[in-house]
């Protein structure tokens, strides 16, 4: 794929949705931080259910600490993996009290050394949160970036290389959330809708729907 059509590809996906961000609701790093941890392996829709009882009773390192792994535990029982990832959010919180008095650092390094927060966690805090230039490469961007040949590569480390290498400055911080949203209700892994689909013309796909 040329410049030139992953530039028009993008300038769609802009005007389609200007001002696109993340399903996951928040209303600080923490709590962006904590919902992206708790949604490995689990939708949006269902972290946002289960913090919205969590985050009017704990919304800080310290109050989070205060639950304990047994009172978190119940305000996320409903999520995939909850007794890990209570452990994780407890260890996460003493931590960065320890360590940063509280605060979600916006370096990599220090976020990637937090328990339960891998490098495409902190890709989605560095460039959500602190308006950073990431690339999160989860299943969805993985599979529209190598389907629609924006990007090809076998590995998500690869195909975010590459994003970062290829996509034109201007989309660059927002061309995570675009593809996201794009693999989650467009580009679909069973059934792409290829119709409905304002890259249609442009995407490399050898497959496309036709209905």
Request: aromatic letters at 6%.
């Amino acid at each position: 794929m040329n410049k030139t059509k992953r530039t028009e590809i993008f300038e769609r996906l802009r005007a389609q949705n200007p001002n696109p961000t993340t399903e996951l609701e928040y209303s600080s790093p923490f709590e962006l931080l904590i919902a992206v941890i708790l949604s490995a392996q689990a939708t949006d829709v269902g972290v946002n259910k289960a913090t919205a009882k969590l985050y009017p009773v704990a919304n800080t390192p310290q109050a989070i600490l205060d639950l304990g792994v047994e009172g978190l535990t119940r305000y996320i029982r409903t999520i995939g993996l909850f007794n890990s990832k209570a452990k994780n959010v407890i260890a996460t919180c003493q931590q960065l009290i320890a360590e940063h008095d509280g605060q979600v650092p916006a370096d990599r390094a220090a976020l990637e050394a937090l328990p339960g927060v891998g490098r495409k966690t902190a890709n989605v805090i560095l460039n959500t949160a602190f308006g950073q230039p990431t690339v999160a490469v989860d299943t969805h961007i993985f599979r529209v970036s190598n389907r629609t040949g924006i990007a090809p590569g076998k590995t998500p480390l690869e195909v975010e290389k590459r994003l970062l290498r290829l996509i034109p400055e201007e989309f660059l911080q927002d061309c995570h959330h675009w593809l996201i949203l794009h693999g989650r209700y467009v580009c679909k892994a069973r059934k792409p809708a290829c119709p409905d689909c304002v890259i249609a013309d442009l995407c490399e796909y050898r497959k496309k729907t036709v209905e």
